[in-house]
């Protein structure tokens, strides 16, 4: 097992490594020059050829993708003199259009984004899971049959949509919730949750509908299993099949699909925080897209990647607890 861990988390490294070259040369080759948009209307030539040296660009390519690789774990100084800017570890590059090192400015931005993503989450696993297990195991009643037209319904609806009707039912004609912003959870936990109510509900509907029709094909699948009649005819207790032999199963596809769903939760909630007007990283990258602030737009990507990548490998841990099939060399 800690062999596995070790491959895996050098395939991990090997996987960042690549995306974090790929996305340099996107952002550093094809686009238009940062050190301009950085510099302004009343950009002169002088202060042009200075944000260059400061920015590094007056390099090789070769060596600002060294310098940006040496500034993750190490941090980086931007120019020199008076001038010179410290970004200190780990250094993700420099926004000069915020003036302020990009990781910093993120950081300012998460707790946002990981409130609305994992309060979501809970509710879209928890919902869909619920609902497909419990279709699966009432198979071609009405229930079923209710439970999969509303799943569909919910489905259909784009996050926008569901965002703004949930705005006018609940805050602007129920009067049942304030309108959404983002309060600290450590300077009140309630107005936290009270204030995080709808943008959940909003992103775990749509997730929620899949997990429950990906939940219910996947039960129905399982329980026609062999070794599921065989728990039976011992005579166990359909509670205990279901939870003990159905549920192992059934649900090893639905936890690969959460561990991707989990580390791609930035652009579920571009659009959430977006609609709802909450400052968090999705937000940031719209505002940065706006600006041409690539330094930002990457490190935002990376961020991605990195969420993205150590999801899968949690998943690909989980899978021994889950399911004692499941053997790794």
């Known amino acids: 097992m800690i062999r596995y ?10 996987v960042l490594l690549v995306i974090c070259a790929v996305t340099f040369t996107i952002f550093y080759v094809f686009p238009a020059d940062p050190a301009l948009q950085a510099c302004g209307k009343s950009c002169t030539p002088e202060r042009l050829a200075m944000l260059h040296h400061q920015m590094g660009l007056d390099r090789p390519l070769w060596r600002q993708f060294t310098d940006y ?18 970004c200190h570890f780990p250094c993700l590059g420099f ?20 409130s609305i993503g994992i309060g979501a989450a ?6 869909g899971v619920g609902v497909g297990v419990v279709s699966a195991l009432r198979k071609d009643t009405l229930l079923d049959r209710t439970l999969m037209v509303g799943t569909l319904t919910a489905a259909s609806l784009p996050i ?32 936290w949750a009270r204030n995080l109510v709808l943008p959940w509900v909003a992103l775990a509907l749509l997730y929620a509908a ?5 939940s219910r094909a996947s039960m129905v699948e399982t329980m026609a299993e062999p070794y599921i009649r ?9 509670r205990t099949v279901v939870a003990k032999h159905g549920l192992r199963a059934g649900l090893t596809p639905v936890l690969t699909v ?39 737009v990457m490190g935002v990507a990376l961020l991605a990647a990195f969420f993205i990548t150590f999801a899968n490998l949690a998943v690909d841990l989980l899978y021994a607890a889950i399911d004692p099939q499941v053997r790794y060399a």
Request: hydrophobic share 50%; glycine share 12%; aromatic share 8%.
């Open 5 to 14: 861990l070790a491959l895996r988390l050098a395939g991990v490294a090997g």
């Open 69 to 86: 690789l040496a500034g993750i774990f190490a941090g980086r100084t931007y120019g020199s003199g008076p001038l010179a800017v410290q």
């Open 95 to 114: 926004s000069y259009q915020n003036n302020m090192p990009v990781w910093d400015l993120m950081m300012q931005r998460l707790p946002t984004t990981l």
């Open 122 to 127: 809970v509710l879209w696993l928890a919902g």
């Open 160 to 191: 926008y949509f569901t965002a703004m009707a949930l705005t006018v039912l609940v805050v602007q004609l129920g009067g049942l919730l304030p309108y959404s912003s983002y309060v600290p959870i450590a300077d009140d936990p309630v107005g």
């Open 210 to 214: 899949m997990y429950a029709r990906m």
């Open 230 to 238: 065989t728990a039976r005819a011992k005579g166990l207790p359909e």
């Open 258 to 296: 959460f561990g991707m769903d989990l580390g791609a939760l930035l652009g579920g909630a571009v659009i959430t925080e977006s609609v709802f007007g909450l400052p968090g990283v999705g937000r940031l990258t719209i505002d940065s897209i706006d600006k041409s602030d690539q330094p930002v």
